[in-house]
């Protein structure tokens, strides 16, 4: 599967995980909801497993990544679009939840 990427007034866009850190209060609900994009630090804060500070969120993954904003306590999650990276090609999606 590949990132979803739609079009929004003739530009590419992808949606992508924010955490508002103002907000997050390590429970970490998110990180055991979607690990495939997020893990723990070593006070229990989710930190993209990617690097990237707000990291794209696969189409297979949307549905979850959606449940884990709903599911945050604080409301510290929200997925928003993005423009697509420039001349990024949408890259296969490893998933462990394909049959979902």
Do not use: I, N
């Not at 599967?1 to 997050?24: F, I, N, P, Y």
Request: charged share 30%; with cysteine; hydrophobic share 35%.
């Amino acid at each position: 599967m590949s990132q979803r990427t739609t079009e929004r007034a003739g530009e590419r866009v992808v949606k992508r995980l924010h955490v508002d850190w103002t907000r997050c209060d390590g429970h970490g609900a998110c990180a055991e909801l979607l690990p495939e994009l997020l893990r723990h630090d070593d006070w229990g804060f989710p930190v993209s497993v990617s690097g990237e500070r707000d990291p794209e969120v696969p189409s297979a993954l949307e549905s979850h990544a959606r449940h884990a904003v709903t599911s945050c306590p604080l409301m510290a999650l929200r997925l928003y679009d993005a423009p697509a990276p420039a001349g990024k090609r949408a890259a296969p999606t490893r998933t462990s939840r394909a049959a979902r």
